[in-house]
């Protein structure tokens, strides 16, 4: 993640850089409120960590002014103003999360992953191509107005190919996808569930939809495609 700090304190803004980077993540300090109001608003990150008792201007208003503005990057507010009151006025001004100082950069650490998680897309629970609906959610497989019975097994075959519609997917892959990737066995044992699946989704006359490719696996492809 890129990660803007906000925080005059040196020894604190210091450790933080620190523990980010180590963390295997990209962190770019800003020392005081006006800095970190034109690093919030001019550039692009995936969490702030903003003190409030900052110079120049005080968190709080550079939070007004970045939430004003439509950004919506996920904040953290860092703060020895630890009360009830300031808590609540900090997450109402527009924080994802408050954690008042001393703390512990692990818990920080974990509240700044989990507030971008929050706000990460979700992945859809369909996915369609070539007339053939999946289902994430309840595992059902819809092909036009008939409902098709695939076992476990032949629904995560289906599901990585039409994921990748289009694409080659390589028969490694489909064996990790199925039974993880210290799965260790022959490749070949797919073609069994490749033909059961083409039967099921490929009655007599209609037009192909999982396709070989030579020596390198499979794709799934839209029929008008």
């Known amino acids: 993640m890129n990660i803007l700090l906000i ?10 850089v ?4 180590e963390a295997g993540h990209q962190v770019q300090w800003a020392k005081d409120g006006v800095a970190g109001q034109g ?3 001019n550039q692009e990150s995936d969490a702030i960590v903003l003190d409030l008792n900052l110079p120049g201007l005080d968190g709080l208003d550079v939070l007004g002014s970045i939430r004003e503005s439509g950004i919506r ?3 953290v507010v860092l703060t020895a103003r630890g009360g009830v009151d300031e808590r609540v006025h900090g997450l109402n001004s527009g924080a994802d999360d408050y954690m008042a100082k001393p703390f512990d950069f692990a818990e920080l650490l ?3 992953v989990a507030v971008c998680r929050r706000v990460a897309p979700r992945p859809s629970m369909t996915i369609q191509a070539g007339g053939v609906k999946l289902d994430l959610s309840n595992r059902r497989v819809q092909q036009g107005d008939r409902e098709v019975d695939l076992t476990p097994t032949e629904f995560s075959i289906l599901e990585l190919l039409m994921r990748n519609a289009g694409q080659t997917v390589t028969r490694r892959m489909l064996c990790e996808h199925v039974w993880g990737f210290n799965w260790d066995g022959t490749t070949n044992v797919i073609e069994v569930h490749i033909n059961r699946l ?4 490929e009655p007599r ?6 396709h070989t490719v ?3 696996g499979y794709a799934f492809r839209a029929p008008d495609a």
């Not at 925080?7 to 933080?16: M, P, W, Y």
């Not at 083409?198 to 989704?201: D, E, S, V």
């Open 39 to 41: 690093l919030a608003s």
């Open 18 to 21: 620190q523990g980010f980077t």
């Open 7 to 16: 925080e005059d304190d040196t020894v604190i803004g210091k450790a933080l």
């Open 214 to 216: 030579r020596g390198r």
């Open 205 to 210: 006359d209609a037009p192909a939809l999982i």
């Open 73 to 75: 990057t996920p904040v």
């Open 198 to 201: 083409r039967g099921k989704l």
């Open 110 to 112: 974990a509240r700044v």
